[in-house]
């Protein structure tokens, strides 16, 4: 006999609001009080409205990605870099914006927006096809060795 389900609609509007803001369904799932995220899938698979507001939330969250990106860029976040010598001894330390860990964390959202809607966040792919298909090919080539 199946466990009853454990399905409340105010756990589901939570995992939605956290979708919303960018969270993934793995790292809601991990929190305390919540359900794994496999429970999450079946509540889906069982409930159509569910699934509705699951997917709605999680174009929410990329939106809010994508904005979270265009702010990395556009703030300055300044850091040290510590230069040490071959005794341990700090020989020089500079002061200066940390481009690499903003470029780091931006390049990170964009490939999980990429994998996760590759329509919508992936880079467009153009297949180029010259010459002919199909029977016309074949036809057209049976000639050529003569």
Wanted: aromatic share 4%; glycine share 8%.
């Amino acid at each position: 006999m199946a466990r009853p389900s454990k399905f409340k609609q105010e756990t589901v509007d939570e995992i939605c609001q956290r979708l919303s803001r960018g969270e993934p369904l793995a790292a809601i799932c991990r929190s305390e009080g919540m359900p794994h995220d496999s429970t999450v899938r079946d509540w889906a698979a069982a409930h159509p409205e569910v699934s509705l507001a699951i997917a709605r939330a999680r174009e929410a969250g990329e939106e809010w990605i994508a904005a979270e990106c265009l702010q990395i860029a556009d703030s300055p976040l300044t850091g040290e870099e510590t230069e040490v010598n071959a005794d341990g001894q700090v020989v020089k330390i500079k002061r200066a914006d940390m481009l690499g860990h903003r470029k780091l964390q931006i390049e990170t959202r964009l490939k999980l927006l990429a994998k996760w809607n590759p329509k919508k966040w992936g880079d467009r792919q153009t297949l180029e096809h010259q010459g002919r298909i199909g029977l016309e090919a074949l036809v057209a080539g049976a000639g050529e060795d003569d």
